[in-house]
């Protein structure tokens, strides 16, 4: 998917440049500021999607590190294991299109690479000369003379002496010019984006721009302008030795005599071409936009404020976020997997596109029990969100949670994993709970009394507000987005066991980390009455806003 951005935004930039180039550039006389324009379009349209520009979109601002807790508690992650049937092989339209792609990639390269081989196998059986102090490459029976970075290849038996000096002025300025470089660059970046028929239009005049440049300098030697047009014009039916080759003569002879008769641009129009400056800066706020919304993934829910703590008024009642004694599904965690096992579909049109990834639901289980307000808060394709969205509407009534002996109501949140899975001989889809099993010392996801920070909510986001430090190195770069930690909380209250579950970056990882390692320690969680050890998740979103 980031390749498919990549060539997205460096498709953009190609036409929006290669348009510009078309409008005011085409028709200017300035052939040696139009070659640096014309390589200067690829060179930017593969390196602007690289530049992150956050630095400078964020000055002014300063860093505040903003500790957002999910609202509702993490029910263990749900996987959806598909069969993906006998060929265990499916392949989806966008594959289809990938192949496409990527073959004729292959193809454009190879017949690139053909091309230099002929090139060089052609010049192997040539004879090294000296012509009026030019290196020549001498090719009886050669129909056009060509020149291919140093190399410059002609049958001289075939040409008159004026024409002959003319022909070697021509290849000779393509040759000190380096102009196979240019021809090379828009070759392979014609073969890498051949689908966009613009990069075809920007090769085409990469070539004719680099035979205005050797025309000019034939004109300018002093050699007869017209018995070199008259020359050309008897030329022009001859075929090139190879398309990557710089030819005499096989280019649309009509506009090269145009050009050579134009009367010269003004110096003042080469002001226009810092005019691309502004397209530039555009492609670089479009690429820091798209990547400040990819910044939050795919991630849909809206982020609670630090003042909203438990309880969260919703509707006509309070929605705790933790209360003392969590809802259940009856019979517990494990008949709550059984009958996500039971009821669960892997979407076919998922499995046929080879979609996988996670959905993660957010929903109420109200004070009788029932469940409400089901929305996707990470989305992953329409059709796996709304099998998740249906089988969690279609849950039986749960065993409310209860806050001081009453019930109420109670956010959760559950993951779902669509996973598709090869080696298997099941025929149906499969959800499994994503568990680790206990060995010496158990420690529970859910329990009867969750863990809780001395003094509740309000205290532990006062006492995060007071020791997060937003690392200067990320502020510096523009690094924002989301730490996920989870960790155990033992029946001691102590804190151990600290993993990132979602990592930002290497700094604020190890601030998110540090500050949990610091925090005092824990009321811990009750099962039956007494303390357990118990897991527990929270993000950490380091946020820069301004002040």
């Not at 047009?229 to 005499?248: C, P």
């Amino acid at each position: 998917m980031e390749f498919f951005i990549y060539l997205i935004k460096v498709n953009i930039a190609i036409i929006l440049m290669y348009g510009f180039y078309g409008l005011l550039v085409r028709e200017d006389t300035f052939f040696r500021w139009k070659r640096v324009f014309l390589l200067s379009i690829p060179v930017i349209a593969m390196l602007f999607p690289l530049v992150d520009i956050s630095w400078f979109m964020n000055r002014g601002t300063l860093p505040s590190a903003n500790i957002i807790v999910f609202p509702g508690y993490y029910l263990n992650e749900v996987i959806v294991n598909a069969d993906q049937g006998k060929s265990h092989l499916h392949f989806s339209f966008v594959d289809f299109l990938w192949g496409i792609y990527w073959l004729g990639v292959a193809v454009l390269t190879i017949r690139i690479l053909a091309q230099i081989v002929s090139v060089f196998l052609l010049l192997h059986r040539t004879q090294k000369t000296q012509i009026n102090g030019q290196t020549i490459y001498r090719k009886e029976d050669l129909q056009t003379p060509f020149s291919f970075f140093r190399y410059i290849v002609l049958d001289p038996q075939k040409y008159p002496a004026h024409e002959l000096q003319e022909i070697i002025r021509h290849e000779g300025t393509h040759v000190r010019q380096c102009h196979s470089l240019d021809v090379m660059v828009a070759e392979f970046m014609t073969a890498f984006l051949w689908f966009n028929p613009f990069i075809w239009l920007m090769k085409r005049e990469i070539r004719m721009n680099l035979e205005y440049l050797a025309d000019l300098s034939v004109v300018n030697s002093g050699l007869n302008k017209e018995h070199y047009q008259f020359h050309l014009m008897r030329l022009t039916s001859n075929k090139a030795a190879a398309k990557i080759t710089n030819n005499f003569n096989v280019s649309p002879l009509k506009k090269r005599i145009f050009m050579m008769n134009k009367k010269e641009t003004p110096r003042l129009g080469l002001a226009k071409y810092m005019l691309i400056l502004p397209v530039i800066a555009v492609l670089l706020f479009f690429n820091y936009n798209v990547k400040a919304n990819d910044s939050e993934g795919k991630t849909v829910m809206t982020e609670e404020p630090q003042q909203k703590v438990t309880p969260v008024t919703a509707a006509d009642e309070q929605v705790y976020t933790h209360v003392e004694q969590m809802p259940q599904f009856p019979g517990g965690d494990a008949e709550l997997m059984k009958w996500l096992n039971q009821n669960m579909v892997y979407p076919k049109s998922a499995q046929a596109n080879g979609i996988q990834g996670r959905v993660i639901l957010r929903f109420i289980i109200r004070k009788d029990g029932s469940i409400d307000s089901v929305r996707v808060v990470r989305t992953l394709e329409q059709e796996c969100d709304a099998e998740a969205v249906r089988a969690v509407q279609a849950m039986p009534m749960w065993i409310p949670g209860k806050q001081n002996g009453q019930p109420v109501a109670v956010y959760f949140n559950l993951p779902i994993q669509f996973k598709l899975s090869v080696n298997t001989d099941k025929s149906t889809a499969e959800v499994s709970a994503h568990k680790s099993g206990p060995s010496v010392t158990t420690v529970y996801e859910h329990v009867e009394q969750m863990p809780h920070f001395p003094g509740g909510e309000a205290e532990l986001m006062k006492w995060l507000s007071t020791h997060v430090i937003y690392p200067k190195s990320a502020s510096a770069a523009g690094i924002q987005g989301r730490v996920v930690l989870k960790f155990v909380i033992r029946k001691d209250g102590s804190i151990n066991d600290i993993q990132i579950a979602k990592s930002l970056d290497q700094e604020c990882d190890a601030e998110a980390v540090r500050v949990v390692q610091a925090m005092p320690m824990w009321i811990p969680g009750k099962q039956n009455g007494n303390p357990v050890d118990c897991y527990f998740t929270f993000p950490v979103t380091f946020k820069l806003s301004d002040k």
